[in-house]
């Protein structure tokens, strides 16, 4: 019965994918890397590049028996052979980065100038000091620990160089965008001015020349009160009082 249930729990070779985590044992180490039984009656093998902080000797990682995490980098189609790594493959893609794009991430590691998120892509994005609050700081510890949780938006960033710029300034442009938007907006009194406006401006040339000897300012009072009285006229009053 036990080793029924075995073989339900255990995954095959076709159940197996990419990113997939196991919990495997290392069977053998070697020079180039471990060798580790993940429950498939197939070894996989764990190269030395692919553990995680890096080594240079795979002995001084794991001994032999140990059991470890690790997740499937890659299966080949003709052999069946599984490659295995340490690192936690990315929740985030290049495809699926923007500019102005809200994440949440950990701190990973703090410099001078500046500190390592871990946003869930291939690699740490990075907030230079001078991004990490609106005042100012002479060093990220003022700021920040490792390990801690913060938000950032992306200012940019460049797959060919794996490089992502962050920043924890919340964007102001939508606000600013939004604000302007407010104040340029005109008003029903305004559109009927203009309306009169180009009205006035298209008197008949008789118009024009009994009002030459009107000064410009009261041709526009005489445009704004009728304005006015359109506008009332419009709203359902009468004007009176």
């Not at 020079?31 to 000797?57: E, K, R």
């Not at 008949?204 to 526009?220: E, L, M, T, V």
């Amino acid at each position: 019965m036990e080793q029924l249930l075995e073989m339900i729990e255990t995954p095959s070779n076709t159940e197996l994918s990419v990113g997939m985590k196991l919990r495997g044992k290392v069977a053998n180490l070697e020079i180039y890397g471990a060798v580790v039984d993940i429950g498939i009656g197939q070894d996989a093998l764990l190269h030395i590049s692919q553990i995680s902080p890096p080594v240079n000797h795979v002995a001084k990682a794991y001994e032999i028996g140990q059991e470890l995490d690790v997740y499937i980098l890659k299966i080949h189609e003709e052999t069946g052979r599984v490659a295995l790594t340490t690192q936690k493959p990315p929740t985030l893609s290049w495809d699926e980065l923007t500019v102005g794009m809200k994440l949440s991430g950990t701190v990973t590691r703090i410099e001078r100038f500046g500190a390592f998120i871990d946003v869930g892509g291939e690699r740490a994005g990075m907030v230079h000091v001078s991004e990490i609050t609106d005042g100012y700081i002479d060093s990220p510890n003022e700021v920040l620990n490792l390990g801690q949780e913060v938000e950032v938006w992306v200012i940019k960033f460049d797959r060919r160089k794996r490089q992502i710029d962050l920043t924890m300034k919340e964007p102001q442009e939508q606000l600013a965008m939004d604000e302007t938007s407010e104040e340029e907006l005109p008003t029903a009194m305004e559109i009927a001015f203009q309306r009169a406006l180009k009205t006035g401006q298209k008197l008949s040339p008789n118009h024009q020349r009994k009002g030459k000897s009107r000064n410009h300012s009261q041709i526009q009072e005489d445009i704004l009160s009728r304005t006015l009285r359109d506008h009332s006229t419009d709203d359902g009053s009468d004007g009176s009082r």
